[in-house]
């Protein structure tokens, strides 16, 4: 009587089995931990369908399913240097979850996976849960899914993964954001903080009286340069917002400027001997994070309240929603795009609106 289960050999019996197959001409043969001769039967088909898969592929294709992850990240970093438009703060944060994913959760949870080759969905749910509860990072899962699935999506383009579990990674679902509360300062003390940077840096006051305007992103202002000017004789009437300085990659031009902000870059174009509009003191570009940190600061120390420059946005929105002002004007200045998100994030109710509602009724 033939073997009831060929291929297979009891090693020890209800631990290991030999398993053996071959394909294409190439055997194989280890061993496997396994409680019954069928397990490791069916451990043993498994196996023949993945070996199968992977010899029909070319041999580029073998190479990068089975790259270990310090090969991978070497290809993923030069990757992400290749895209000026990621900032050095951005290209920090994909390093440091890559590592904290694959690095020390995986060492930790997932020895037995060596290549990108080898993760499955089941992997970063667990990881989902460690980040949330194992480092108390409660608070920051959504940001963090965010990247996890930017790095995989850069890893399917590079050919580290398949497109099945690119799809798969969609039914990872992220937490609804965290709705910032934002504080209610007065226009004298925006004033006077604006007037102490006006004298303490005048570079980082160019960009910080641009977001007051305008409600533009920080990285947005720092990338204009002298030639994004439109002029008039010597007048400037508008700004080319290029694309590649934006959020979305689309063009986001500043088509209307009144007498404050003509005088403002007016007076920036003949103050500097560079490229940029706004230049910091060296004739460099302002890095925005430290306009970020500075005004942290200023803030807390001119009218005891930290903001930040997204604050900027967030204020004009608001009052211009108390006026009524049309939300197309509002996405003209400010560049936002999406009107839900404008609707979203940006509409809020105030005690003078709520008086103009009873007011209606009354």
């Given amino acids: 009587m033939g073997k009831r289960y060929p291929g297979v050999r009891e090693i020890v019996k209800g631990k290991k089995y030999e398993i053996g197959f071959q394909v294409n001409g190439k055997r194989k043969q280890y061993r496997v931990d396994a409680t019954t001769e069928k397990e490791a039967f069916l451990k043993r088909a498994s196996d023949m369908v993945e070996y199968q898969k992977r010899q029909d592929m070319s041999n580029n294709g073998r190479y990068r399913l089975d ?3 310090e090969e991978v990240w070497k290809r993923l970093e030069g990757d992400l240097l290749a895209e000026t438009k990621l900032i050095k703060k ?3 944060r994909y390093k440091n979850t890559y590592w904290r994913m694959f690095g020390d959760f995986r060492e930790k949870y997932f020895p037995d996976i ?3 080759g080898q993760l499955i969905l089941s992997f970063f749910r667990e990881y989902r849960n460690y980040y949330a509860n194992d480092l108390g990072r409660q608070d920051g899962i959504r940001s963090e899914l ?13 050919g580290y993964c398949s497109k099945e579990l690119i799809e798969q990674l969609k039914e990872l679902k992220k937490p609804p954001p965290v709705k910032k509360t934002y504080p209610n300062i007065s226009k004298s003390s925006i004033e006077k903080l604006l007037a102490h940077i006006k004298q303490d840096r005048p570079d980082y ?15 947005e202002i720092t990338l204009i340069e002298k030639r994004d000017v439109v002029l008039r004789g010597f007048q400037p009437i508008a700004i080319n917002i290029r694309a590649e300085t934006t959020k979305k990659r689309v063009n986001a031009p500043l088509t209307y400027l009144d007498e404050d902000m003509e005088r403002h870059i007016r007076r ?3 103050n500097n001997k560079t490229k ?5 003191r060296l004739g460099n570009r302002c890095t925005p994070n430290r306009i970020c940190d500075y005004l942290k600061q200023k803030s807390r120390e001119i009218i005891g309240i930290e903001i930040t420059p997204h604050y900027f946005r967030h204020r004009l929105c608001t009052e211009c929603g108390k006026k009524n002002v049309p939300i197309a004007d509002v996405k003209a200045i400010t560049g936002i795009r999406d009107t839900n998100v404008l609707l979203e994030f940006y509409s809020h109710s105030t005690m003078e609106g709520q008086r103009q509602v009873l007011e209606i009724t009354r």
């Fill in 114 to 116: 060596s290549s990108p």
């Fill in 90 to 92: 951005t290209r920090g």
């Fill in 205 to 219: 006051y160019n960009v910080i009286y641009f977001m007051y305007r305008a409600g533009r992103r920080r990285e």
């Fill in 146 to 158: 965010i990247h996890v699935k930017a790095i995989m999506n850069r890893l399917y383009l590079l």
């Fill in 67 to 69: 790259a270990d992850f």
């Fill in 268 to 270: 920036a174009l003949s």
């Fill in 276 to 280: 940029w509009l706004f230049p910091n």
